[in-house]
Structures are given as C-alpha cells and as structure tokens.
C-alpha cells in the first residue's frame, strides 16, 4: 500500500494480519517532541513501515525513518545540517507477560487497544537518532573568534601569588625555631 501522506492512526492488527506495507511522508512539524530537541526542522519524515506477524504470531513492524534538522554545533554555536535516520523493529504486545517472552531483537510497544498514533511510533527512536553532540567536522566549524590569543583576560603577565608574604612568615618562623631550639 503506497501512500504519500499518511494516516495519523493506524490499526495494527489489521495492518499485520495482513502484511500491509506502509511508504509515506509525514509533515516534521508533527513530531513536536523532536522539535523541542532540535534547533529548527522543516519538510517531511519519509517513513516505510511494514507490518506482517513473526513465526511466535506476534504483530511486528519493521521499517524506517529519514529527515532533515538544524541542530546547533556546540563548537561554534552555529547551525548544523543534519540528517536523522531511524531504523526500529516493533512488536505490539498487550501484556507484561507477552513483553518477557517477546525475543531481544524487537521494541515493545504496549497497547491498549489496535489503534495507535503514527508519530507515537515513530518519534522515540529518531530522538535516540540524535548525536550526543552536536558539531562540525574540525573544517567545518569557524572557531578562530574563539582562540586564546583574542581573550585579553588570558593575554595578562602573571600576578605575583598573594600567599608569598606568608610562606615568607613561615620560612623566618621556622628558621627562628631552629635556632632557639639549638641553643
């Protein structure tokens, strides 16, 4: 089933029982926790999700993520393109029980009924997608305005350490203790 634009809820029991193939685009602005995490996003997620049930009968989907961010490079403070991509295997269960038979290799998701939010799917694993840090290449990044040599704090000569006078008072009561010790 080809779409372009796709549904906000999807039924996926009916969806994998009969191994419907979903390819779209889904508007960015949708996923409003991945825009909190992100500078700026503009266009569409294309998302391909097939669904079908494994050999134990479970309803799996398996499929991708892709799109465009801004991000802020923490080097240089400025804006960063970034593509995302997200790759998930989901199994949708409905108990606690079925979570702890499921096999390691798909995410649960827990449901309450057959119907989910398809930005719910979805927006979890491109937020994981995202870099830990964000930055250019060590080319692409313009941090000369940041160097040493223009911060004028850093271009001083040393001041003279203000404990000296004390370490001074320590080394002539020291010396003055030894010489009334000797005698």
Do not use: W
């Not at 801004?70 to 409905?94: G, M, T, V």
């Not at 398809?118 to 080319?139: G, K, R």
């Amino acid at each position: 089933m080809l779409n372009r634009q796709l549904p906000h809820t999807i039924n996926v029991k009916k969806l994998a029982e009969q191994g419907i193939r979903l390819d779209g685009e889904l508007p960015v602005g949708r996923l409003q926790r991945v825009l909190d995490s992100v500078e700026s996003a503009e266009g569409q997620v294309y998302l391909e999700l097939a669904f079908h049930k494994d050999e134990q009968g479970v309803r799996v989907a398996k499929g991708n993520a892709k799109c465009s961010v801004n991000l802020l490079c923490q080097r240089c403070l400025k804006p960063l393109a970034h593509s995302l991509e997200a790759n998930f295997s989901l199994a949708f269960i409905y108990t606690e029980a079925q979570e702890e038979q499921l096999p390691d290799q798909y995410d649960p998701v827990m449901m309450l009924d057959d119907n989910v939010q398809l930005v719910d799917l979805i927006e979890d694993d491109l937020i994981l997608a995202l870099p830990i840090v964000a930055n250019h290449t060590d080319s692409g990044c313009d941090i000369s305005q940041y160097q040493k040599k223009d911060i004028p704090e850093l271009n001083q000569p040393a001041r003279e350490n203000p404990f000296k006078v004390l370490e001074a008072l320590k080394n002539t009561n020291l010396k003055s203790s030894k010489t009334d010790s000797s005698k």
